[in-house]
């Protein structure tokens, strides 16, 4: 199955042309829509849906007193579902004391090094995943509103560009499957939109949570490139730029997907 997704791959990449049309707002589709009916249930009922057991960890953790100064998240935030409503919609957004952007994750760590003298996370930790899918939980049914900052135009831009660009041995962009292709198969599974809109997410493939950032970063090793790393500036650029294209669209975190 594998070989014969790599060279279907290697068939687009020598087939289709360097740039591809943006899918219009009205044709937008989250990859919920290509699941089967019964993942779909899967993710709709929270007692079945296994990203809330990350979720119910997350709970924990923002109970938890940490570092130097024996703070806990509720101790400056209070109520989760209150003080996070919206706050995941938003993300990545741009951070004054860096002067760049930064998402959820990196967010979250910032808060453990300044307020909590803590250390922070590291990427794709079980602890991470579960306090971003709790914080990003409070979002869910809301619409995302990433990238109205005019601080994140860069960003966006450059995170646009490394979309469209081709890379890797199989000459691929991210844009010649998810904005060309989105409607057919590979290797009989469907080519979705690459909209952001579950996570971090609980994939059945993985048997895990994890971020867009291990989603793309999968994508890279798939079409033969070298990946970026965790927490890159263009990761952070895609991820800005797919938020921004998905703006509008509704959160469904914490989402399921095969």
């Not at 290697?10 to 919920?32: D, H, V």
């Not at 089967?36 to 296994?50: E, F, I, L, R």
Request: with cysteine; glycine share 8%.
């Amino acid at each position: 199955m594998r070989r014969a997704a790599i060279a279907i791959l290697a068939l687009l990449g020598a087939a289709l042309p360097g740039l591809a049309g943006e899918i219009g707002e009205s044709a937008r589709r989250s990859g919920y829509e290509f699941m089967s009916a019964d993942t779909k249930a899967m993710q709709d009922d929270d007692t079945a849906n296994p990203a809330m057991l990350s979720v119910l960890d997350g709970e924990t953790l923002w109970r938890t007193k940490a570092g130097t100064a024996g703070k806990s998240c509720s101790d400056c935030h209070g109520a989760v579902d209150v003080s996070m409503k919206g706050v995941a919609a938003r993300y990545p957004a741009f951070n004054a004391a860096s002067g760049a952007p930064v998402d959820l994750g990196q967010r979250v760590n910032l808060c453990r090094r300044q307020h909590q003298e803590a250390e922070p996370f590291a990427p794709e930790s079980r602890e991470l995943l579960a306090l971003t899918a709790l914080i990003a939980r409070q979002s869910r049914g809301m619409p995302i509103t990433a990238g109205d900052d005019p601080r994140l135009a860069p960003s966006v831009a450059h995170g646009r560009a490394l979309f469209m660009q081709r890379q890797g041995q199989l000459n691929l962009a991210c844009t010649n499957c998810h904005d060309d292709n989105w409607d057919k198969h590979l290797a009989g599974s469907a080519i979705t939109q690459a909209q952001p809109t579950g996570y971090p997410i609980y994939r059945l493939e993985w048997q895990a949570m994890g971020s867009l950032q291990r989603r793309l970063r999968g994508c890279m090793n798939g079409v033969r490139a070298e990946p970026f790393a965790y927490g890159s500036a263009e990761f952070i650029a895609i991820e800005a730029y797919l938020m921004q294209r998905a703006r509008g669209m509704v959160l469904e975190t914490p989402a399921i997907r095969p």
